[in-house]
């Protein structure tokens, strides 16, 4: 399973880190990626990352505010995120997709992020 954490309330601007915690089985091969749902919005891809952490990849909204990363020895992904802004406001899920799956086949239960102006 996956646990997200590291939500919270930020000012505009701000920074937070969220992580997203793999267990029961090991994840070092799976496929990452991060995903957030606003209200009234459907779910949109944030960022992910390939096994290794050689390949990234960004939503155009968040490119260069963002960053993602993993250390498979803790079986940790993370997702670093500076500048942000209100439209950030969203819960945010982390979601693993097993090598040779056609999908995510794995998701974390969310962590809210809310971003005041």
């Known amino acids: 399973q996956l646990q997200a954490s590291g939500g919270g309330l930020v000012q505009t601007g701000g920074s937070l880190r969220l992580s997203c915690a793999a267990s029961?089985?090991?994840?070092?091969?799976?496929?990452m990626g991060w995903f957030r749902q606003a209200p009234g919005k459907e779910r949109e891809f944030v960022a992910a990352i390939t096994w290794s952490g050689g390949s990234t990849y960004y939503a155009d909204s968040v490119k260069g505010r963002f960053t993602i990363s993993r250390v498979n020895a803790k079986n940790t992904m993370y997702l670093q995120m500076n500048t942000l802004k209100p439209e950030d406001t969203a819960v945010y899920y982390c979601a693993a997709q097993r090598s040779g799956a056609s999908q995510y086949d794995y998701w974390g239960q969310g962590t809210q992020v809310t971003v005041s102006s």
């Open positions: 029961g089985r090991t994840f070092s091969m799976d496929f």
